[in-house]
């Protein structure tokens, strides 16, 4: 009777947490946030002593899950509609090559030494620092390479704007003010709150604005 009862918790356990992964939405495992990691640990633990405690009801084993799923949802939908949140708790972007210089400053904040980045850069087969122009480490721990162009401003689009926030990084590297990014938004008859992200690219700058996510 034992086997029964630990196999038939063991399928509504499964059951269960592939619906509620489904409503929590599609992230690859290496792009969850700390708040995603946190809560797929917990659901994991939770699940496996529900399963072995055979002498708790499963409706309050199942309730904390539920639960913990409801604040994952409640903090994505928060932080989708709030920068703020969205970097307190994934954090942001780390430029750890800028124009080919290694940005050990940033390394150090993020302890992350010259060899992960060597490795990182051996996976992507890059041989040398010299070939790249730009490395930026993702907030899923991912490095992101540029590799060095012809260009000045190279092929890639550089974001200057992220849901209505300035990058102040990327006009740096580009030598231009946010006077001059306000002025072209203000040809256009925009302001920084019409635009969900705005990225340089081939000396033009594209516009995707909050209206045309909703068309």
């Known amino acids: 009777m034992d086997y029964v009862t630990v196999l038939s918790r063991t399928l509504i356990f499964y059951i269960l947490i592939t619906i509620l992964y489904r409503f929590m939405g599609k992230r690859e495992i290496g792009q969850l946030g700390i708040v995603d990691l946190i809560v797929s640990i917990l659901i994991a633990e939770l699940a496996a ?6 002498e708790e009801s499963i409706f309050l084993s199942i309730l904390p899950i539920v639960f913990l799923v409801l604040i994952q949802i409640c903090m994505s939908y928060v932080s989708l509609k709030n920068a703020k949140v969205r970097d307190m708790f994934d954090g942001v972007p ?6 080919g210089v290694i ?52 092929e890639y689009p550089l974001p200057v704007i992220l849901d209505g926030k300035i990058q102040k990084d990327t006009l740096k590297d580009l030598n231009r003010s946010e006077k001059w990014l306000l002025n072209l938004l203000k040809i256009d008859k925009l302001t920084l709150k019409d635009v969900f992200y705005a990225f340089y690219q081939d000396k033009q700058l594209y516009i995707i604005k909050h209206t045309d996510l909703q068309k």
């Open 49 to 54: 002593m529900s399963i072995d405690n055979r």
């Open 94 to 99: 780390s430029i750890m090559i800028n124009k």
């Open 103 to 154: 940005n050990f400053k940033e390394m150090i904040k993020q302890r992350y030494n010259i060899d992960d980045l060597l490795t990182q850069l051996r996976e992507q087969h890059i041989k040398s620092i010299s070939e790249v122009d730009y490395a930026i480490l993702e907030n899923s721990g991912k490095l992101s390479v540029f590799k060095k162009k012809n260009d000045k401003y190279g």
